[in-house]
T-cell receptor, first 117, second 112 residues
Framework: NAGVMQNPRHLVRRRGQEARLRCSPMKGHSHVYWYRQLPEEGLKFMVY????????ESGMPKERFSAEFPKEGPSILRIQQVVRGDSAAYFC???????????????FGPGTRLTVL | AQSVSQHNHHVILSEAASLELGCNYS??????LFWYVQYPGQHLQLLLKYFSGDPLVKGIKGFEAEFIKSKFSFNLRKPSVQWSDTAEYFCAVMLYGQNFVFGPGTRLSVLP
């Protein structure tokens, strides 16, 4: 059973370009979470999605960031008009049940390291 | 505000020394507690977790953690560290019905 997969592993963008980060959850998992890890900081929750639904986006910046988890295919975290401050590692995690299902573990992907020049 | 704190930013130990990493949280309700490890260049891996029952939890690679409800703490311990334990360690808390909140992490460097 393959783990959580993320691609690309490294992404370099110039200021003003768009960044698309992809996450394929573990087989059988329908809940996806995105986190951002800034240098020297812990992981910060961004958004929680189920298939075709955004459940909680309280950690998402109000502008330029969006996320989706379509019925088919991976979850996508999209950052428009990137700025240098967006440089970070973005981690995706998946779980078989949502957090409202009680005790639950999240399985993490290897992350995408975004560098904005 | 809900938060998770980790006492040390960077810990440096020699091999065979004992390890204790502190973690405190600021929630009053029922919580699930986790410790994750991130080895250099790798993704987060679960070390151990506490959901209920025995407050002393044993994880992989000889790690254990003790949940002390009265102190809102979930400290990670290992009796004898190895060079291969060099990594960053994250404490995380999940409230029922909510998402994970991670601590800022503690970087452990083990000197051979």
């Amino acid at each position: 059973n393959a783990g959580v997969m993320q691609n690309p592993r490294h992404l370099v963008r110039r200021r003003g370009q768009e960044a698309r980060l992809r996450c394929s959850p573990m087989k059988g998992h329908s809940h996806v979470y995105w986190y951002r890890q800034l240098p020297e900081e812990g992981l910060k929750f961004m958004v929680y999605l189920q298939k075709e639904n955004i459940i909680d986006e309280s950690g998402m910046p109000k502008e330029r960031f969006s996320a989706e988890f379509p019925k088919e295919g991976p979850s996508i975290l999209r950052i428009q008009q990137v700025v240098r401050g967006d440089s970070a590692a973005y981690f995706c995690a998946s779980s078989p049940y949502g957090s409202s299902g009680g005790a639950n573990e999240q399985f993490f992907g290897p992350g995408t390291r975004l560098t904005v020049l | 505000a809900q938060s998770v704190s980790q006492h040390n930013h960077h810990v440096i130990l020699s091999e065979a020394a004992s390890l204790e990493l502190g973690c405190n949280y600021s929630y009053g309700g029922t919580v699930n507690l986790f410790w994750y490890v991130q080895y250099p260049g790798q993704h987060l891996q679960l070390l151990l977790k506490y959901f209920s029952g025995d407050p002393l939890v044993k994880g992989i690679k000889g790690f254990e953690a003790e949940f002390i409800k009265s102190k809102f703490s979930f400290n990670l311990r290992k009796p004898s560290v190895q060079w291969s334990d060099t990594a960053e360690y994250f404490c995380a808390v999940m409230l029922y019905g909510q998402n994970f909140v991670f601590g800022p992490g503690t970087r452990l460097s083990v000197l051979p």
